[in-house]
C-alpha cells in the first residue's frame, strides 16, 4: 500500500550545493508531507504542503506540489553537512486520510 | 518539556519471547502510530490509535498488538508469532483529527532477537 516514492535512492553533494529530491505518488492527495530522519533517529517533520498550495517555502526548503503530474520536490539550498540524512516524503493513505504512508526516502550525504 | 519517549532504546530478546515496548507522549495527543522501519527502507504502520480504547491494524499487524488504555500511552508487544521482529521500531502522535497532520516521533527502540 505504499503510495510515494522518492528520487533519488542516494544523492551526494558538496557543501554548499543544492539538493533536490523528488517525490511520486499514486492516488490523488489532500496533502504531502516531507520528513528528515538522521542515522539510527526517530523522523522530524519538514513542511506540509496541501493540495491547493504550489510551493511552499520553511527556511532553506522549498517545496513544490504538482497535482496534475502527482509529484513533489523538496529543495534545499545552500546544503551543509549537518543536512546529511534521509529524506522522505509522507501522503495520505487512500481512503483512510489520517494514516500516512511513507517512501523509501533519499539519503542524501552533504560532503564539507 | 512536551515529546515522545520511547524505552527501551535498544532490547535483545531471545526466539520465542514476547516482549513489550513503550511509548509514552505528553503532547495531549489523541491519535498515536507504530511503525517498523527495516534497514535501507521507509516506515510500514503496524498499528494504530484515534482515541483512547480503540485501535486500528496497519499493513504489517501480524504478530504484534497493542492496548490503548491511557491517552498518553501506546504499548506495543512483539509477540513469538511475529517471524522476522529485529528491526527498529518508531512510535509517533499527532494531534488526530478529519484531516492527516504532522506527526511527531520518538527516538525509536532497536529490537534484535538472538
Known amino acids: 500500500s505504499q503510495q510515494g516514492e522518492e528520487d533519488p535512492q542516494a544523492l551526494s553533494i558538496q557543501e554548499g550545493e543544492n539538493a533536490t529530491m523528488n517525490c511520486s505518488y499514486k492516488?490523488?492527495?489532500?496533502?504531502l508531507q516531507w520528513y528528515r530522519q538522521n542515522s539510527g533517529r526517530g523522523l522530524v517533520h519538514l513542511i506540509l504542503?496541501?493540495?491547493?498550495?504550489r510551493e511552499k517555502h520553511s527556511g532553506r526548503l522549498r517545496v513544490t506540489l504538482d497535482t496534475s503530474k502527482k509529484s513533489s520536490s523538496l529543495l534545499i539550498t545552500a546544503s551543509r553537512a549537518a543536512d546529511t540524512a534521509s529524506y522522505f516524503c509522507?501522503?495520505?493513505?487512500?481512503?483512510?486520510?489520517?494514516?500516512?504512508?511513507f517512501g523509501s526516502g533519499t539519503q542524501l550525504t552533504v560532503l564539507p | 518539556d512536551g515529546g515522545i519517549t520511547q524505552s527501551p532504546k535498544y532490547l535483545f530478546r531471545k526466539e520465542g519471547q514476547n516482549v513489550t515496548l513503550s511509548c509514552e507522549q505528553n503532547?495531549?495527543?489523541?491519535?498515536m502510530y507504530w511503525y517498523r522501519q527495516d534497514p535501507g527502507q521507509g516506515l510500514r504502520l503496524i498499528y494504530y490509535?484515534?482515541?483512547?480504547?480503540?485501535?486500528q491494524k496497519g499493513d504489517i499487524a501480524e504478530g504484534y498488538s497493542v492496548s490503548r488504555e491511557k491517552k498518553e500511552s501506546f504499548p506495543l508487544t512483539v509477540t513469538s508469532a511475529q517471524k522476522n521482529p529485529t528491526a527498529f521500531y518508531l512510535c509517533?502522535?499527532?494531534?488526530?483529527?478529519?484531516?492527516?497532520?504532522?506527526?511527531?516521533f520518538g527516538p525509536g527502540t532497536r529490537l534484535t532477537v538472538l
Open positions: 490509535s484515534q482515541i483512547v480504547n480503540d485501535f
Open positions: 492516488t490523488s492527495i489532500n496533502n
Open positions: 504542503i496541501r493540495s491547493n498550495e
Open positions: 503532547l495531549n495527543h489523541d491519535a
Open positions: 509522507a501522503t495520505p493513505l487512500s481512503g483512510s486520510a489520517r494514516q500516512l504512508t
Open positions: 509517533a502522535s499527532s494531534i488526530g483529527g478529519l484531516d492527516s497532520d504532522e506527526q511527531f
